[in-house]
């Protein structure tokens, strides 16, 4: 079938839609520059068709602006939060994020365990502790009678867990914030 110029004009205008959640500066720049490649095309006697076979459909060749408006606005970000649908997003899925992911898992469980010690040294400090136990052995945890060990850290088990507590949550931001760039960077060809 074949595509008459309405049809390039119909294509402008669901990438127009497609655009909708960049700033209109940006989207008008994006359109501009299609419609210009679309011109070329056609004056070198491409049929629309063909001219429009290059770009794709009009949502897939927009998405790719919106992804790296999107991991910009993320990589600008203080929020952690903000670097999530980046890393989620299922067009950037990549080794990257799944060590990242891994990464911040186990952040997570240490920082669990951290607040579990913290809530039983609060309710049971006689028992609850960092043990070394003869003759090589280490506790983390509860111990039945704690004369069958030494508390290593005693009351800096508070502290101790609130940093381990801060620690995580910043590794967390970092491994976030380098994924999110190395996901930036991997489009382009370049591991920032």
């Not at 299922?90 to 994020?97: L, M, S």
């Not at 952040?107 to 003869?134: E, N």
């Not at 506790?139 to 069958?148: C, S, T, W």
């Not at 609130?162 to 967390?172: F, K, M, Q, T, Y």
Request: neutral net charge; glycine residues 10%; aromatic residues 6%.
């Amino acid at each position: 079938m074949s595509a008459d110029p309405a049809e390039v004009e119909e294509w402008l205008r669901q990438l127009k839609e497609s655009l909708a959640s960049m700033s209109s500066p940006e989207r008008d720049n994006i359109l501009k520059e299609a419609r210009s490649h679309l011109c070329e095309r056609l004056a070198a006697g491409c049929t629309p068709s063909a001219a429009l076979a290059g770009f794709g459909s009009p949502e897939d060749y927009a998405q790719r602006f919106v992804e790296e408006m999107q991991t910009g606005d993320a990589l600008r970000s203080t929020d952690g939060a903000a670097h999530l649908p980046v890393i989620a997003s299922p067009t950037n899925r990549a080794f990257v994020a799944t060590l990242a992911g891994v990464g911040i898992a186990v952040l997570g469980v240490l920082s669990f365990v951290a607040v579990l010690i913290l809530i039983a040294k609060l309710f049971d400090p006689v028992h609850v502790g960092v043990w070394r136990l003869p003759p090589h052995g280490l506790l983390v945890g509860k111990i039945r009678n704690p004369a069958e060990g030494a508390d290593l850290l005693g009351t800096w088990l508070y502290p101790f867990c609130v940093g381990v507590l801060a620690l995580s949550g910043a590794g967390c931001r970092a491994l976030l914030l380098w994924a999110a760039r190395q996901l930036a960077g991997g489009r382009r060809g370049v591991l920032v």
